[in-house]
């Protein structure tokens, strides 16, 4: 089956300084991927559709210069947290649509991100 | 803007029993998908079961089914023989592809699983 990582699966910072997520579909191509943000025993908040090769696309209220994005090639989107601060902290997901067909959507792990 | 509800926050079954999750939704569209994913306390999400809505038949899935009312925009999720291991929040998904590779998932706000011995 179509599997996506994300790396690191935990990171701690020190509030200030900027974090960078990784994920990247290991078996498949991927023009669209999506970064989720969720808080605890909540629902999964959509954050930013990412395309390969174009800027990506932010939901209303996201801060795109807090939150960059980078789709380089079509296994791999990073999401940077620029001076993160401690309200950053949550569990970061990403997805990835398989470039041969748009009806399925496959989960990274996620990312657990402390600020202190 | 399509929306997706579900009104459990929490449900309790017992270990072997059978359970029904619900899920309702609103869209104007008339193709479009349904999912119920999983979230184990791992955190990885977990697909479920997957509902085309121009198919008629409710989908199943070993010990998983739907109960796909497209006329009530209803999607519930039946779990039989409950296990230990079904324990975990589930999420009703809503997908449509009207906006093509940009298409987003609507998720509904989840329903807390427990399964008791």
Known sequence: ?116 | AQTVTQSQPEMSVQEAETVTLSCTYDTSESDYYLFWYKQPPSRQMILVIRQEAYKQQNATENRFSVNFQKAAKSFSLKISDSQLGDAAMYFCVFFSLLDGTASKLTFGTGTRLQVTL
């Open chain 1, 1 to 116: 089956g179509a599997v996506v990582s994300q790396h690191p699966s935990r990171v701690i910072c020190k509030s200030g300084t900027s974090v960078k997520i990784e994920c990247r579909s290991l078996d498949f191509q991927a023009t669209t991927m999506f970064w989720y943000r969720q808080f605890p025993k909540q629902s999964l908040m959509l954050m930013a559709t990412s395309n390969e090769g174009s800027k990506a696309t932010y939901e209303q209220g996201v801060e795109k210069d807090k939150f960059l994005i980078n789709h380089a090639s079509l296994t791999l989107s990073t999401l940077t947290v620029t001076s993160a601060h401690p309200e950053d902290s949550s569990f970061y997901i990403c997805s990835a649509r398989d470039i041969a067909g748009y009806n399925e959507q496959f989960f990274g792990p996620g990312t657990r991100l402390t600020v202190l």
